[in-house]
Structure formats: C-alpha cells, structure tokens
C-alpha cells in the first residue's frame, strides 16, 4: 500500500496513486515484460515523447545520458511541459503527465500522438516503475524541476530559476525491485535513436554513455532514403539508386524506398507511427500488392515479361529486397504477440493504390530500372521451384513410416510443450547426451557432416544439405513458405557444443540458420545455447563445475590449500554420460543462454561480416569483437 499520510496528499489525489500501484502491482500490463525488453520500454516511452515534440515541429535535438548508475537522461529542446494549473487536479501540467495515467497520450489542441510509446500509456508509467525521476521543464526562460520516487510527487514543482535553454530533461532510475536487470544495453538504445534519426530526417539525436565513455551522434538529412542506403551499405545494389515515395493518401502518410541488391534475402522495416512491426501487418500487405501488381503491368508493357511467361508472384520479388516502409495514421491498432503488428484493415488498400499509382509513375521516369527487378525475379523463381521439388523430398521424408531422421534419438513425450531438442557436435558427445538424457522429454541430434553456410546459399541448395535437412525434419515446423511454428515439435531447442574454435564455429553456422530461415523461433524465445562447464574443481572427494573463468578463480581462491585438482574440459566428448547430464543437460543445474536478437539491423550486419563473401570485413570485424567472444579455447 502507498502511505498517503506521508505524502501529504489529500483524498482527491488517492486515484493518482490508485493509477501508480496499480501499475507497479501488474508492470505486464503496461510494459511487455519485467525483463530487457521491459526496461528499454521505459527508454523508448521517453523518446517518443521527445520525438514527438519534433515532429510537430518544435524540436531539433534530442541528448541522451546512460549514467554509470543505469540511470537515464534524456533532454530535448522543444517547447517544455507547461507547468500551469491542469484543470484534472489544479496541480501543475508536467505533474499531470507525470503521475495520471494517459494523461499525455492526447498532446494539446486534439493532435492525434505521433510516435507511439508501447501502448500509448503515457510517461506516468515509466515514473511508477523508477526508483526516482527528476523532471526539469525549461520554459518562458525560467527552469523548474521536481522530484519523484516510484511515481509518487517528493517535492513540489520548484521555484522558477532564469535559464538560457528551453526544452524537457527527464532523468530516471529504473527500479530494481521491479525489473529482473537494470542493465541498458547499448546497442538497443543506439539501434532505437538511429531508426528515429532516420525516420525523422534532419533531427538531431546525441547519446553518451557515460559507463563507458561511448558517444555517438546521429543526424541523417537524406530519411529514408538514407535508411534503405544504410541497410544495404556493402552489398552489391540492382538499381542505381533507391526509389523512394512519399505522400499523404486519406489522412495517412506513406513513406517507402526500397533497393534490390544480390543477395537471396528479403529485409522489409516496417513502421507505423514510428513504431517498428516486427510482425508487420496491413500496411506490409499493402506494399507486396503494389509492388507484385505494378512490376507486372510495367515488365509486360515494356515486353520484359513475354506473353508465355507467368505473372511474377509477391514471392519472387522478395529474393534481394530491402525495403523501408512507414505509415502514420490517426488510430493504430497493434495486435500480435509481440502488439508490434499493425491490424488497421483500411490501411491495406490505402498503402496499395498510394504506392502502386506512385510505383507506375517511378518506373515512367525510370524505365531502365524495371529489367533487373524482373530478372532477379525470374532467377528467384526458378530457384524457388526448385527449392519446392527439394522440399517436397524432405517432407515426404518427414511422412513415411520411418518419418523422423536416423540420427535423433526422440524423446517419448509428445507434447512439444515440455520437449526439448539438443543439436549435438559430434558422434561421440551425441552417444554421451543420449544416454545421459532423461529420454522422457530430451531428444538429441547428433551432427555429423559440415553444415552448410546458409548466408552463401539459397533455399534450393541449402534443402540439398543433408545435416539442414536433418534438423528441418526433427523440429517438423517446415521451411520457406511452409514455415509454421504450431508444427514444432519441441518448444526448446538447445545447441550444444564445444567450448573451442570448432565448436563456436558451428555454434555459428547453426544461429545463422535459424536467424535466416527460422526467425520466429528465436523471437519467440525458443533457441537456447548450452553452456557446458569449462573445468572441473575436485578438492577431496567434493567435486565442483566451473563455468567462467571467473568462477574459478573464486572457488580455487576459496579453497586456500593445494590439495585442488583442476580438469579443464576442451569438449564435450571429454564428459561421460552422467557428468554431462549433471552439468550441462539436468534443467536443476544447467545452464542455458536464451538467444535473443535486440537489434535487426545489427544482427543482420553481424551475420553479414561473419558468414557473407568479403574477406576483409571479417577480418577487422574479429580483430575487433576478439575481446568479447568469452570461453573460446584458442
Ligand atoms: C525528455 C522527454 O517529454 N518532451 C515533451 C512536451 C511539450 C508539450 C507537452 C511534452 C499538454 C496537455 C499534455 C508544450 N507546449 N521529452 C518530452 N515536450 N508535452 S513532453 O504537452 C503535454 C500535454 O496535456 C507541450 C504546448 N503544448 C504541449
């Protein structure tokens, strides 16, 4: 319970702290979760704000402060958040926005928010769940401040102090009674601010980490076009430039650009209202009708495509595309999983017709660019035939009486709800997991060839891989078109290897698998990592497991005499069957890293420098990440 004696508040103001509570009683209800991505809500709540201000054209510059305490500032230069009396409760505006949930979802004079928030809850949400927050509203000259503590008002509003700067500071402190970690990562905030820099062209957006002294500064003059440059920087692009489309249709405002460039992957960047939609929705809809209809009308006219051929599919303009798309509109609708999935139905045709018209036009003014979208098309599609023939092999395979693959040994259970599947390294620690198993839910793979670098092949090829098709058929979930989760067969799939060079390196080509072709299994928290034990600590008969160096250094210090003797485990095949359960496979003891990707565009930049074609990005890429790659054995 809030103590409303101490606070000094009087019985009008109980429902704001009846709001408060009831945001920190149930934080799942406002933010996705009390884990990372519940924390970086917090972070993207007060950006939105801050981007709105721009948006409506009062705000050039937004700064960011990670401070060493994971505390965040964040401060722009808009208008600042009126202070005078609000009609709700008589206190001041800013302390409104601050404490009454919704209480900023409408900004003045029935504006509709631009940029979302996660739900749209309001900055009161990310005060509620801070062990502290300073606002600082620098307006008319003067600067006032106050102070707040799990949501609830400290102090009053300051007395003014004449200042030269205008704007809102927000700082904030997580609260680490609420949220499971009160680390920022880095990487989400920067992945955050670059995606707005890009949205919002010309606003200016700072951060400095002050943990580690990182400053970056983001400012892109060219939007999306910018965006769709950036995307595809290094890869070999079909189009001279990027073609790009903005206007207004209905009240929405559509902004596309997209460019074709070698490779066999499609990256489509959905917004709306500058949230990004990982899952997509009507608007995405939209542009593959547009796109589809429009190449086809354009390659027949210009006899690209021949009276004989077939119309090109959504599917075939895939292959190769990176693409950009944002809308903003009046009243998103968000559903999915993850509500990053846009549900407005009108939006659909309202993006189709704008874009189709706009794409007509384009290709008017640039005919020379229609005949390597069609070409690239008409080689995806083939490749896609030929991808369903080796397909249709691997599924047949997956229906004959002998449907699962010689290699795994299947767990007796049957609802994937409680399966787990190891993908083994390795004759040798495969015959050690499967009879160290508990057989009733784990079921064990055991690799054997070299699978396949799936950054360098396409669909058809890749289906050709014994050791991809192997695992295709165990998790029974399909692939490429036929891809459906509900088929899984196990929730959990656990890659286990050994702790050295090889070992990393196949860990490698297996997350670039699933990264590429099984994404959702990943977002949907499904891909796990075994991290078997790096030593053995025998003092006596107590035998003990390590797994960092670190936990060594404190158990072998702890120890105190010499009587201590330290295997290091250079693999798995080093285990026997039991100490290989009791490390790394018994759910009591082991451990298990989540896969979890924070950051699109890193990730694919990642993946793209390890596993593409050029040799020499790879090579600084190493140099450069050596310090981090922990455990490895070289
Ligand atoms: C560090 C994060 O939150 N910036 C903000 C404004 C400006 C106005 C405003 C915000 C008024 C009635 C709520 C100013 N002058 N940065 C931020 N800048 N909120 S948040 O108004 C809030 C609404 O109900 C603002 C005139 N109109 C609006």
Redesign the pocket.
Known sequence: MIDTAATGYDAGSIQVLEGLEAVRKRPGMYIADTGSRGLHHLFCE??D??V??AI?G??TR?EVIVHPDESV????N?????TDP?PYNGRP??E??LTVLH???????GAYKISGGLHGVG?SVVNALSEWLE?TVA?DGVQRSQWFERGIPITDLSDPVPVGWR????HYKPDASVFEEVKHSLDTLKSRLRELAFLNPGLHILIDDQRTNEKKEYRFEGGIRAFVEYLDRGKTSLLPNPVVLSGERDGVVVDVGFQYNDTYLERVFPFANLIHNIEGGTHVSGLRTAMTRAVNEIARSGKILKDRDENLSGDDLKEGLTCVLSVKLAEPQFEGQTKTKLGNSEIKGIVDSFIYEGLLAWFEDNPEAIKPIVEKALKARQAREAAKKARELVRKGAMTGMSLPGKLADCSSRSPGETELYIVEGDSAGGSAKQGRDRSFQAILALRGKILNVEKARLDKMLGNNEIRTIIQALGCGIGNEFDTQKLRYHKIIIMTDADVDGAHISTLLLTFFYRHMQELISNGCLYLAQPPLFRVQKGKQVNYCYTEKELRAHVDGAGDSRVNVQRYKGLGEMNPEQLWETTMDPENRVLKRVHVDDDVLADEYFDILMGDKVEPRRTFITSYAREVKNLDV
Do not use: L, M, Y
Not at 73 to 76: C, E, G, P, R
Not at 78 to 82: D, F, H, S, T, V
Not at 103 to 109: E, Q
């Open positions: 007060v950006v704000n801050a709105d201000e409506g009062f705000c937004i500032s964040i401060q722009d808009g208008r600042g958040i009126p609000h505006t800013c409104v926005v209480a900023g979802g409408k900004f003045g004079g900055v606002v307006r704007g809102t500071k927000i």
